[in-house]
């Protein structure tokens, strides 16, 4: 049982799908451990759904879920955004005496933010993390980025320097993020001053991206290419199809182009590039 449940677990972190439901099929018991391996097999694969189809037919068996087993759904449940599945999921959490595992409230609360319901994101943030550590707030601060409530996550990094908890570059990709959504252009580029400067944190490249992508939504290209320019690493192919998306939906063509051929360049083999430039030429009339 033990080998079998460990080769089941080998074969889902390859991506061995196949090898999983040969192995799976043919143990003679499957136990809890089996199930939540099968279960993040399909959720890795991008198949929510199916994962989702497997955790109702391990109840059938007559199988009870652990913390594990709970996470991996909630996980599912975030992937395709099953909003009622996953308060479903919450209450057999709460009926097993489940939530106050704190990576099973995580799990809530990062499922209820992907799902885009804010009120559950707080209210199990408030009701059933036993610790609100820094993982936990920046799992909220995730959901409110997410849809642009930006005020409500820059107050509540506000309280978080308030309770003493040291903010970290995780903090400062959903503040950059929730800005670029709300299109709020100088306090986004106050946060990504003060990193540095106050909290001693160096900008990474997802910060970067974060507030080219806040430029490009606003209209400041010119802006976005400069800070582009400026960057101390080497900008991914992210950074520059954050402003080819924003060159879209401003319609500059010519800036277009020159950011569709630096993106083709970083990866000849992705056709994307194309799309959001066939786009800008569409709606110039090309």
């Known amino acids: 049982m033990y080998v079998g449940n460990s080769l089941v677990d080998m074969y889902v972190k390859c991506g061995s799908m196949e090898d999983v439901w040969r192995l799976f099929n043919k143990m003679p018991i499957r136990t809890v451990v ?16 199916k994962a989702l189809e497997l955790f109702r037919q391990m109840q059938l068996e007559g199988l009870e879920p652990d913390p594990v087993t709970f996470v991996r759904v909630l996980n599912a449940c975030a992937s395709v955004a099953a909003l009622e599945e996953g308060r479903c999921v919450e ?3 709460i009926q097993s005496c489940c939530e106050y595992d704190v990576f099973v409230g995580y799990s809530l609360v990062d499922m209820y933010a992907k799902c885009g319901s804010i009120d559950d994101v707080f209210r199990v943030f408030n009701e059933l993390l036993p610790t609100r550590d820094i993982v936990s707030w920046n799992a909220m601060l995730g959901g409110y980025a997410m849809h642009g409530h930006a005020k409500e996550a820059i107050g509540h990094v506000q309280q978080m ?3 003493g908890l040291e ?9 950059l993020s929730a800005c670029s959504h709300a299109g709020l252009v100088d306090e986004g580029l106050h946060y990504l001053e003060s990193m540095s400067i106050v909290y001693s944190i160096p900008a990474k490249l997802e910060h970067y991206s974060c507030t080219v992508d806040l430029l490009g939504r606003a ?16 900008p991914s192919g992210s950074v520059w199809k954050a402003l080819l998306g924003a060159c879209r939906i401003h319609g500059n063509v010519e800036m277009g182009e020159c950011i569709a051929k630096k993106v083709l360049e970083l990866d000849p083999g992705n056709s994307t590039g194309y799309v959001p430039l066939a786009n800008i030429y569409a709606a110039a009339g090309k």
Do not use: R
């Open 34 to 49: 089996a199930w939540s391996a099968l279960i993040l097999g399909h959720v890795k694969c991008g198949q929510g759904e």
């Open 91 to 93: 209450e057999q959490i």
């Open 219 to 234: 209209g400041h290209l010119d802006d976005a290419q400069d800070l582009i320019k400026m960057m101390p690493c080497e």
């Open 161 to 163: 320097c308030e309770d």
């Open 167 to 175: 903010i970290d570059n995780v903090t400062f990709v959903s503040l």
